[in-house]
């Protein structure tokens, strides 16, 4: 990849960032490439938290001693802990259409819209 195209794609990715679309259906498209780009995220994540997961457990296998059991806490910290956080990075890909339904971002954007409205209009 040349320069020149990587700086067409950072410019591509910065008009996407301030992309307003014009009518539903680009603005169907929009929500869905970026719900495409959290899933990828997300896996992307995985498939990280997977490979660093098994090099950590092959060093330690590697390390033990003459009868030392692997099965101790300190070989597990990093997966637990790296674990629970891929978890939540799990739960804020896929469960907020799950729990708040669809749309939920652009109902709350129009409540909080109207209230602003009806605040400037009360003090008009």
Wanted: glycine content about 4%.
């Amino acid at each position: 990849m040349s320069l020149q195209d990587r700086i067409n794609s950072r410019m591509d990715k910065e008009a996407f960032k301030n992309f307003i679309p014009s009518n539903a259906e680009e603005a169907r498209y929009y929500q869905a490439v970026k719900r495409v780009k959290k899933i990828k995220g997300f896996y992307t994540h995985a498939v990280v938290y997977l490979v660093i997961n098994i090099m950590i457990v092959i060093i330690n296998i590697q390390n033990l001693k003459d009868g030392e059991s692997y099965f101790q806490a300190h070989n597990f910290f990093t997966a637990f802990f790296w674990g629970l956080g891929l978890f939540a990075h799990g739960l804020s890909v896929f469960l907020p259409d799950f729990i708040m339904g669809q749309n939920w971002e652009e109902r709350k954007i129009k409540e909080f819209m109207e209230k602003e409205k009806s605040n400037q209009n009360q003090w008009s």
